[in-house]
């Protein structure tokens, strides 16, 4: 998954984002409103973790430009302003959920784990495709009760990939859904991680199949195929 972190607080912001990381998502950090709205605009984060005290322009006005733009993105906003009435205000503006700071960095997980499964999978906590099924929030995979033994980056790819079956996938959606804007991955680095995927994906009754100019998709009983 890729995610936005919108946050002025360089603690704040380098801890969800190492959490984050972690979990095996790209993460992509901007440090003021206009620079999130922007953010937004050109690309289509899985999540949005917004702070609403940005400087230039206000979190509460980056969240209402979104949803006025009809816009579904996930967004979790953390903030320092408490109270029943501003918590009752940022969800009426739409967002998904709040967490107010100080916050412990396990709730915070809990939380981003709680809306990427809402977003991704209807609430189900699966998806499944053959004998593969696959934890998004989790990072977890298994071909019937056997577990997949997959690489963050692999992991990515899978999810990428499992979340639009028999849809075709293109090569930059692949690298933009795993790799944050210091990162980079090189076309030979994406052709390494799709060749041990498909290895790894033998036997599962799910496969990833080459549209040859267009990209890729996750079929079942694909087998291998190139």
């Avoid at 959920?97 to 906590?125: C, H, M, Q, Y």
Wanted: include cysteine; aromatic fraction near 4%.
């Amino acid at each position: 998954m890729r995610i936005l972190i919108a946050e002025d607080d360089p603690a704040i912001a380098a801890g969800i984002r190492a959490a984050l990381r972690q979990q095996g998502h790209a993460v992509d950090h901007v440090t003021d409103g206009v620079s999130a709205d922007t953010a937004v605009r050109d690309t289509p984060y899985d999540l949005l973790v917004l702070d609403l005290g940005l400087p230039a322009l206000d979190g509460s006005e980056v969240l209402n430009r979104l949803r006025r733009r009809g816009e579904g993105m996930p967004v979790l906003v953390v903030t320092a302003r408490e109270g029943l009435n501003e918590r009752v205000r940022v969800l009426d503006l739409g967002a998904d959920d709040i967490l107010i700071k100080p916050f412990a960095l396990a709730e915070f997980e809990a939380r981003v784990r709680a809306i990427l499964r809402r977003a991704t999978s209807n609430g189900t906590p699966e998806l499944k495709l053959g004998r593969l099924r696959l934890d998004l929030t989790g990072h977890r995979a298994w071909a019937d009760d056997a577990a997949l033994e997959l690489t963050a980056r692999e992991f990515g790819l899978l999810a990428a990939l499992a979340v639009r079956p028999d849809r075709v996938t293109s090569r930059a959606q692949l690298v933009e859904a795993l790799c944050s804007w210091d990162e980079e991955l090189t076309d030979n680095g994406l052709d390494i991680a799709i060749h041990r995927l498909r290895r790894k994906l033998r036997g599962s009754g799910a496969g990833i199949r080459t549209i040859r100019g267009l990209g890729y998709t996750l079929q079942e009983e694909g087998g291998d195929g190139e």
